[in-house]
């Protein structure tokens, strides 16, 4: 069974800086590419951040210079860390895991609240 499990949210004042952490379970780590979407009230949900590897990394224009997505293989864990945050980064977010051995196949956490606001 695969289970994405997202943590590290919260609130935080503008200017701030969290670390996500989504830890992986049932997929081959090494060969699935990982992301971080969000989700605003009223809003679609949008990618942040991807790792199709570790030397393979895409952003957001949004938050580009600000989050850094890294991954621990061996730890089955993607990382999202988030600096210099602004009130119009909170939302929901959500890990997403797409096993390049699935053709078609998305898996999804049931996400991390993060709220930046003074």
């Known amino acids: 069974q695969v289970q994405l499990v997202e943590s590290g949210g919260g609130l935080v004042q503008p200017g701030g800086s969290l670390r996500l952490s989504c830890v992986t379970s049932g997929i081959i780590s090494s060969m699935t590419a990982m992301g971080w979407y969000r989700q605003a009230p009223g809003k679609e949900r949008e990618l942040v951040a991807s790792?199709?590897?570790?030397?393979?990394?895409n952003y957001a224009d949004s938050v580009k210079g600000r989050f850094t997505i890294s991954r621990v293989i061996a730890k089955n864990t993607v990382y999202l860390q988030m600096n210099s945050l602004k009130p119009e980064d909170t939302a929901v977010y959500y890990c997403?895991?797409?096993?390049?051995?699935?053709?078609?196949?998305?898996?999804w956490g049931k996400g991390t609240l993060v709220t930046v606001s003074a």
């Open positions: 790792s199709a590897s570790a030397e393979d990394t």
């Open positions: 997403n895991a797409r096993p390049q051995y699935l053709v078609g196949v998305n898996y």
